[in-house]
């Protein structure tokens, strides 16, 4: 890495012979993608937060995308020609860039980086974010765990990582806590996003039995699959809306927009900090789409009185009394979980069966 | 009537005019395409073929970058080409490539955190020991029970993805990482980093290995007797087995080769420009690779450059992709137009173009 001198060196030379005309440049914002927009998911709601950049600052705020762009050194290179095009500011969606940003965000101490859903800020120009997904899923259980009739729940699950098994235990609490009788089954799909692999571990479960699908993966694949057998599904990451009124009965949508907005003002303006930013539905970051008609009206006051409730900061998904999988206590009565805790979870809660893979 | 006539020898004129001719109207094809998409064409051949390599702005850190880019695509494609050429089929150097990396990255931490010298070298021995032994699951396969190892090697990619995902979640996940995936970083640790060998140029031992590997392979094909067994099988594989080559042998070597060789380019990419195991670390090389062995030709050299190639259109790629705006998909199309005009050219260097009727054979 001992290039960078050399790069450093030119680059500054580059904005030196430039500087006139830099007074007026806009401030330039790059994203990089770990999908495309068009998947109607996780980078479609990135793309949507960028949109909203644009929008809000109209001329002074330019902003550039690579698509697709696989995690490792691929994401390096890009992160690095974005910045000697003139980005003054990186938004890396997805927490495998996690090592790149900030091996690039040390090169380039100026810019300014924000990296979706990591923990790595090694260098002071690097914040991270990410949103309390399982706030969302809490609702999605409620609402699941009373819609079910055949009492089993499918459950597509990405990879086991902690925010994922994070959404299974909120989503399972919370569909016990409504019907004791529910259980849930999971299918680990080792993908974030790939409709063939989705479809069929959608399809799995309904063979099993379940007639109400959740999924930690970002393609509409399963919802199709949940139309065609007539059962109910809730859109991910995005509203995936056009699958309403069912089977999509209700969504957990991240939305960026205003973070993205505030933080590119800050950097604009200087006042930029790191942080570590994990939000929820109180600050609009996790949003539940639309409850369509599917869900009967009491259902829908109740999960609308849940929403509410987080909103306010009355409520938190993980109020104890909650045991591990193994029976041992986690949380006491009225024990509320610590955020180091629930980053880290690596453990199932009492009434989960089934093992998570390792 | 136009029709093809087989040339008694390939023709020299064609085989090195085609692949200048196939690039050229590349540019012409995908300039179109990128018209289309409402993009200056000219502007954006410019930026995927010329920036990387000239532009004041970029070129100081893209001209390293295309080695780093190319060097496993070269490592793995030599290997492959061996097979190939014997008309041996492995299609799973991603597998190997991604067994490679895990073997060699596991040695490496199971003596974290040690900065021994020696532990390095024995990470290269067992990334190309996993890549060697995962492909002798299909060559053993095909020699013993006669499976086609085309699907065999194929399917293991998927599990080794399997066991890749399973390490970085578990077995090989950094302690230190708070319960998130991925190992502990590999490059970024004295004695299991593969460094940049000469500031600023892009060159790590997995570069060098593949420059080693042209060389070796050229000598190979073109000096020694394996070589010209290799040949002979692949174009008449009766003559070979009546001239003693035997075809089980052939197998087990030329799968066994081009397997480490991938293993090799997953250790030194998970030990260097990667840094670290991941859920999703194998990005594809082990599958362009076979692209690049056939842009090349199946020929040493013609790898070489056809890996340099590749990178630069990879590179090139994000370039117009961040300052056009072209979608992500062009750039694979503009690949593909590349890969079809090369293959379709080929043709032109086997056969001659005859116009009117055939004559009476």
């Known amino acids: ?358 | 009537m136009i029709r093809l006539e087989k040339r008694p020898q390939p023709s020299q004129g064609w085989v090195i005019g085609g692949p200048i001719l196939a690039v050229v109207l590349t540019m012409i094809a995908g300039g179109v395409m990128f018209a289309a998409l409402g993009s200056d064409p000219l502007e954006a051949i410019r930026i995927i073929f010329w920036d990387p390599l000239f532009s004041e702005r970029f070129a100081s850190y893209s001209r390293p970058q295309l080695l780093v880019k190319a060097g496993p695509l070269i490592l793995i494609a030599i290997g492959l080409s061996l097979g190939f050429r014997a008309g041996i089929w492995n299609i799973g150097a991603e597998g190997q490539y991604i067994v490679g990396a895990i073997c060699g990255a596991g040695f490496g931490l199971a003596f974290y955190p040690s900065e021994s010298p020696l532990i390095f070298p024995g990470m290269v021995l067992a990334g190309l020991l996993g890549g060697f032994l995962w492909s002798m699951i299909p060559a053993l396969l095909k020699v013993y029970a006669r499976t086609n190892e085309i699907l065999v090697s194929l399917l293991l990619v998927y599990v080794a993805e399997a066991m890749l995902a399973s390490a970085a979640t578990g077995w090989l996940r950094n302690p230190e990482g708070s319960g998130f995936p991925g190992s502990r970083n590999l490059s970024r640790h004295p004695g299991t980093n593969n460094p940049e060998l000469i500031d600023g140029t892009g060159m790590h031992w997995g570069v060098l290995a593949a420059f080693i590997a042209v060389i070796a392979a050229y000598v190979l094909m073109n000096r020694h007797i394996l070589g010209y067994q290799i040949k002979l099988a692949g174009q008449a594989p009766r003559a070979a087995r009546f001239g003693g080559v035997s075809p089980a042998r052939l197998v087990l070597l030329c799968m066994g080769a081009s397997g480490a060789l991938a293993g090799a380019a997953g250790l030194f990419e998970v030990s260097g420009p990667a840094g670290q195991i991941t859920i999703d670390f194998n990005v594809g090389y082990g599958f362009t690779a076979i692209i690049v062995a056939f842009l090349g030709r199946l020929n040493p050299i013609g790898i070489l450059l056809a890996g340099m190639l590749m990178a630069l259109t990879f590179i090139g790629g994000e370039l117009a992709q961040l300052m056009l705006g072209l979608p992500a998909p062009s750039i694979q199309a503009f690949q593909g137009m590349l890969l079809f005009f090369l293959l379709a050219l080929d043709v032109l260097a086997n056969y001659r173009v005859k116009w009117g009727r055939e004559a009476a054979a």
């Open chain 1, 1 to 358: 890495m001992k290039l960078l001198p050399r790069l450093l060196a030119s680059a500054a030379l580059a904005a030196g012979l430039a500087l006139p005309a830099a007074a007026q440049d806009p401030f330039t914002v790059g994203f990089v993608y770990i999908g495309t927009p068009g998947d109607y998911g996780w980078t479609y709601e990135h793309d949507q937060g960028r949109l909203a950049v644009e929008e809000h600052f109209g001329d002074a705020v330019d902003t550039v995308f690579v698509e697709n762009v696989p995690e490792g050194p691929d994401a390096e290179r890009v992160m690095t020609q974005m910045i000697l095009n003139g980005a003054d500011m990186v938004f890396t969606t997805s927490f495998g860039y996690g090592e790149a940003t900030n091996a690039v965000a040390g090169n380039f101490p100026d810019v300014y980086f924000e990296h979706a859903t990591g923990y790595l800020r090694e260098h002071p120009n690097v914040s991270t974010y990410s949103a309390r997904f399982y706030e969302g899923r809490a609702v999605l259980g409620h609402i699941a765990g009373q819609m079910t009739e055949s009492n089993i729940v499918g459950y597509i699950a990405s990879y086991p990582i902690p925010e994922v098994i994070r959404g299974i235990n909120s989503a399972f609490l919370h569909a016990r806590e409504v019907n004791p009788d529910v259980e849930f089954r999971v299918v680990w799909a080792y993908t974030w996003f790939d409709p063939a692999v989705e479809a069929d571990a959608a399809q799995a479960l309904i063979d099993a039995g379940a007639d109400v699908i959740m999924q930690h993966t970002d393609s509409t694949a399963p919802q199709a699959v949940a139309q065609e057998a007539g059962i109910i599904s809730f859109g991910q990451a995005s509203d995936m809306i056009q699958f309403a009124p069912l089977p999509r009965v209700a969504s957990i949508i991240d939305n960026w927009a205003p973070y993205y907005i505030r933080r590119v003002g800050e950097a604009m303006e200087g006042t930029w900090e790191q942080a570590d930013t994990w939000e929820g539905i109180d600050t609009g970051m996790v949003v539940i789409g639309e409850m369509t008609d599917a869900i009967p009206a009491e259902l829908r006051a109740s999960a609308q009185a849940m929403i509410d409730a987080m909103a306010a900061g009355e409520y938190h998904p993980f109020t104890g009394p909650i045991n591990r999988q193994d029976g041992t206590a986690w949380l006491a009565e009225g024990e509320i979980a610590d955020d180091g805790t629930l980053a880290g979870m690596n453990f199932y809660v009492e009434g989960m069966t089934g093992e998570i893979p390792n």
